[in-house]
């Protein structure tokens, strides 16, 4: 049997944002690049409770479009678990920035990420990408400075592809990091166990709405976000060595239990969604020889929020970027080079993100549940205002 081969610059393995931001500014700069993926739905299962800023949109080009947005946000309520509330409307704290009535300029939004995800892959394939969704990778080889060989299976059939790197955007438990002998395991006490309910009958501001404390969401927080017309999302992330229980019984307690709970009473559940997020420190190399990881494949999740979006497309931008620079220059894409990809990201968010994985640690070395509570609550009030000493990712 002669099996088929294909020649691209750049191999995507992984359509969700960063896989397809990755791509999508590869081909900008000219390069011929294959996005595959081996789920048939973009955006499924969805493990994400789709909040992102409007600058974490429009500093990679990404238009705002009614096409995948839910709901516009103008700010946060930030709860402890006794109910005292800190809240940050950037409507009233910066009026000048973003206006009033119908001159509002939303802080940042609620998408769907089913509609977000097949956004931004039609965003790449008009910018020349090729994709192939239900598309199963099978293996890479380096072939050092000649470039790399890429074994997919499509439709039955195995298909060798050579290209020069291959980038890996396959998420938390990353295969193809695995291809290249580095060690993405994670933590089970830095996995947060996430649920949330899609609800309705349940009024809420357009603010997300966190709520801190060890009774509600031991090792992590919970969440009322609003999706417009008395729809919500109401969810939680725990670490499971934390607790004796699920994140199912946590969100049934907090709905049942909390001083939400009457606000909560009519709400009937329409879906429930969840996975894992990874609260862990990024990963100390994302590169090897002609493959480097982004997104969740290289922790690229902020360890405080577990917010993954924002870091998704920046650091797409940041890869696609970088190695139509290094391709189109004819530099061989070897693991020392590759390693300014991770330089340039670094500058621009991965300090940021191990500052934020420092802070979660300590606070969650606090032993005293009380005093634990307290530093987490302050942290995140901090982190959410607009004078934070936090650079937001």
């Given at each position: 049997m002669i099996m088929t081969t294909k020649q691209y610059d750049l191999v995507v393995v992984g359509s969700g944002p960063a896989g397809s931001t990755t791509a999508y500014f590869a081909a900008q700069a000219g390069l011929r690049v294959l996005l595959v993926d081996k789920r048939q739905e973009l955006g499924a299962p969805i493990q994400c409770s789709g909040a992102i800023s409007r600058h974490g949109l429009t500093s990679v080009g990404i238009e705002i479009d009614a096409e995948y947005i839910h709901q516009p946000i103008y700010g946060f309520r930030i709860l402890n678990e006794e109910g005292l509330e800190k809240r940050i409307d950037y409507r009233q704290l910066k009026p000048t920035e973003y206006g009033e009535a119908e001159d509002q300029v939303p802080l940042g939004y609620v998408v769907d990420r089913r509609r977000f995800d097949r956004y931004l892959?039609?965003?790449?394939?008009?910018?020349?990408?090729?994709?192939?969704?239900?598309?199963?990778?099978?293996?890479?080889?380096?072939?050092?400075?000649?470039?790399?060989?890429?074994?997919?299976?499509?439709?039955?059939?195995?298909?060798?592809?050579?290209?020069?790197?291959?980038?890996?955007?396959?998420?938390?438990?990353?295969?193809?990091?695995?291809?290249?002998?580095?060690?993405?395991?994670?933590?089970?006490?830095?996995?947060?166990?996430?649920?949330?309910?899609?609800?309705?009958?349940?009024?809420?501001?357009?603010?997300?709405?966190?709520?801190?404390?060890?009774?509600?969401?031991?090792?992590?927080?919970?969440?009322?976000?609003?999706?417009?017309?008395?729809?919500?999302?109401?969810?939680?992330?725990?670490?499971?060595?934390?607790?004796?229980?699920?994140?199912?019984?946590?969100?049934?307690?907090?709905?049942?239990?909390?001083?939400?709970?009457?606000?909560?009473?009519?709400?009937?559940?329409?879906?429930?969604?969840?996975g894992g997020v990874p609260l862990a420190a990024p990963l100390r190399q994302q590169y090897a020889d002609n493959l480097i990881l982004v997104g969740d494949a290289a922790r690229h999740v902020n360890p405080i929020t577990g917010g993954g979006l924002h870091t998704a497309v920046s650091a797409g931008e940041i890869a696609g970027t970088f190695l139509a620079e290094l391709i189109n220059n004819g530099v061989s894409p070897l693991a020392s080079e590759l390693k300014g990809y991770q330089d340039r990201w670094y500058e621009a968010m991965g300090r940021q993100m191990w500052r934020l994985y420092e802070t979660k640690s300590e606070i969650f070395r606090i032993k005293d549940i009380p005093e634990r509570n307290r530093q987490l609550y302050a942290t995140m009030s901090e982190y959410f205002s607009p004078d934070s000493q936090y650079k937001k990712i």
């Open positions: 892959m039609r965003r790449a394939e008009r910018a020349g990408v090729d994709v192939w969704l239900k598309t199963e990778g099978l293996g890479y080889e380096s072939r050092g400075a000649a470039g790399c060989t890429v074994k997919v299976k499509r439709f039955d059939e195995e298909i060798e592809i050579q290209a020069k790197v291959l980038v890996g955007a396959d998420g938390l438990q990353s295969q193809v990091g695995r291809w290249a002998g580095m060690q993405t395991h994670i933590r089970i006490n830095e996995l947060a166990s996430c649920l949330q309910f899609i609800v309705d009958r349940v009024e809420a501001e357009p603010l997300l709405e966190i709520v801190t404390g060890h009774e509600w969401a031991p090792g992590g927080y919970a969440w009322v976000f609003p999706k417009g017309e008395g729809y919500a999302e109401i969810g939680l992330g725990v670490i499971p060595t934390m607790t004796d229980h699920d994140a199912r019984w946590h969100v049934d307690h907090f709905m049942r239990s909390s001083f939400f709970k009457e606000r909560f009473a009519d709400a009937r559940i329409l879906e429930v969604q969840g």
